[in-house]
Structures are given as structure tokens and as C-alpha cells.
């Protein structure tokens, strides 16, 4: 299992692609860039219960905390 194929997957599929980075690593530049990151799985909650996780300006990926 690979995230960034799974990322790519969701992006491909028109659905938001949240990755759960529970060790603070970047997400690689190269890759298809994940509509949300979350550090845990209650943040994960919070995300799938409508938190906003693109910044407004530059469209990038938030952390939620």
C-alpha cells in the first residue's frame, strides 16, 4: 500500500483525499498533494464532519490538529 497512490486515486475520483501524517513528515512535492492533513484520528473526525481544510488563498492542503 502506497499513500500517494491512494491520494491520486481519490483526486482522480473527484472525492476529498485526507492523509493522517502521524509522524510530521512533508507530504513529497512530486505527488499529488492530499486535500487535507490530520496528525490523528480524531482530527479526522472533525474533517469528515465539514472542518475546512484548503486554505481559502492558496488552495493548499491545511493541517488540522
Known sequence: ?????????ANNAGLRSI??????????DDHHQPTCE??????L???????????EVTGEAQSVH
Open 1 to 9: 500500500d502506497a499513500p500517494e497512490f491512494d491520494i491520486l486515486g
Open 19 to 28: 492523509w493522517v501524517n502521524r509522524t510530521g513528515q512533508p507530504w513529497p
Open 38 to 43: 490530520v496528525t490523528n484520528l480524531r482530527s
Open 45 to 55: 473526525v472533525d474533517v469528515l464532519g465539514g472542518v475546512q481544510c484548503r486554505d
